[in-house]
């Protein structure tokens, strides 16, 4: 199927170029063969020509997607109840935010938490210099503090770790069953291309998908495609090694496991955006479009369990926006930055919109009560 996609300009196009022949690069030593993971890694975190390195603009009109916090100010201030409750318990708190975006999470959070008389420690860890230079703008002329680190802390927080649409951009496996075994899905170089390849069947990914099985109580049919993400739980493990009180919240596109290897849900969640067109071709415009794989939420508290958080929280984005004080004091009045956040509402709650996409998904460790505002689905996971 044709994509209908803009033609960058001819500064995105020599990116995409110079990232195409450092991945042939790679794929020549390799037997024209990487698996989809390291593909992602390449396209969307390579130093110089990556996705989140390489200048191109991303969130906003001039981008290629919105999240929540550029939409409105409300989803900042709704995210402060959870956090107040969590870091009233601790003397001397910290928050610690994760790939912060445009920093507009930031400056809402503080702002609110400010008004509440509530004054964390706030870190930012950011990888990319380009989003740290726009994340210290906007702050500074916000005349807020916030201390931006290479790396995580050597010794353990008491405070929230925050990761806002993180884990969806992690590179996952992706996978396709033929003939009852499971194949990495790959990419190959054909005529000047860049094309999907099944690998040969790999013991560990059929060990995951097998043990997922499992846990569904059905067998995947043949053609099934879709991922799996052991770098999720990777992540979650290296936060929880971090925390010595506290908690860590994410907020992202997901699914539970039930819902996400359902046997109609055959050819997985992987998705693309460029210039606001969703799509779902990998390989168009290496470095110049974003790729995202839904989270299983299921497989996240899984892993939070076995290192010994607690799953305190999980809900969809519209049950927790609905549910919270900031939507109940949000005032109607004739100026533009009420109407400004009554129209967004419609793009954060509706399930249509992110309000039954998102999630959020609440870990702890150490905490005498903790909860979100909204429906608990904990018994989904």
């Not at 698996?35 to 890694?41: A, I, L, R």
């Not at 770790?161 to 884990?167: T, W």
């Not at 919270?324 to 949000?330: D, E, N, P, Y």
Request: glycine share 8%; aromatic share 10%; with cysteine.
């Amino acid at each position: 199927m044709t994509i209908d996609l803009p033609t960058p300009d001819q500064y995105g196009q020599d990116i995409s170029r110079d990232l195409r022949t450092r991945i042939n690069k790679k794929l020549s030593i390799n037997e024209n063969w990487m698996s989809f993971d390291q593909y992602m890694n390449c396209v969307l975190y390579d130093t110089e020509f990556g996705y989140y390195h390489n200048g191109s603009p991303k969130f906003g009109s001039a981008g290629d997607f919105v999240t929540a916090p550029e939409l409105s100010g409300l989803f900042g201030r709704a995210l402060a109840e959870p956090i107040i409750n969590i870091i009233e318990q601790m003397r001397d708190p910290v928050i610690l935010e994760v790939g912060a975006g445009t920093g507009q999470l930031a400056v809402d959070l503080i702002g609110t938490l400010s008004a509440h008389s509530v004054y964390p420690r706030y870190y930012i860890l950011e990888t990319s210099a380009e989003l740290r230079e726009r994340q210290s703008s906007l702050i500074a002329s916000a005349n807020m503090k916030v201390e931006w680190l290479d790396s995580l802390p050597t010794k353990p927080i008491q405070g929230v770790v925050l990761a806002n649409e993180v884990l969806d951009a992690m590179p996952a496996l992706c996978f396709t069953k033929q003939d009852g075994k499971m194949h990495p899905l790959g990419v190959q170089a054909e005529k000047g291309n860049f094309v999907w390849s099944p690998g040969k069947e790999d013991y560990e990914l059929s060990k995951i998908v097998k043990a997922i099985e499992k846990r569904l109580g059905y067998v995947l049919p043949d053609g099934f495609r879709s991922e799996v993400c052991p770098a999720r739980d990777a992540w979650i493990t290296t936060m929880a090694g971090i925390i010595e009180k506290g908690a860590i919240l994410t907020i992202d596109y997901g699914l539970t496991e039930r819902e996400y290897y359902h046997e109609q849900r055959n050819s997985g969640t992987l998705s693309c955006y460029f210039k606001h067109r969703m799509h779902r071709d990998p390989f168009k415009w290496p470095g110049l479009q974003d790729i995202s794989v839904w989270v299983d939420f299921s497989a996240c508290a899984r892993a939070a369990e076995k290192i010994g958080l607690s799953v305190a929280g999980y809900t969809t984005q519209g049950q927790f926006l609905a549910n919270s004080a900031a939507i109940q004091q949000l005032g109607i009045a004739d100026t533009e930055d009420e109407m400004r956040v009554v129209q967004s509402l419609k793009t954060l709650l509706l399930p249509g919109e992110m309000g039954e996409r998102f999630k959020l998904l609440l870990l702890s460790r150490n905490l005498l009560q903790n909860s979100l505002p909204g429906r608990d689905f904990r018994d989904r996971l």
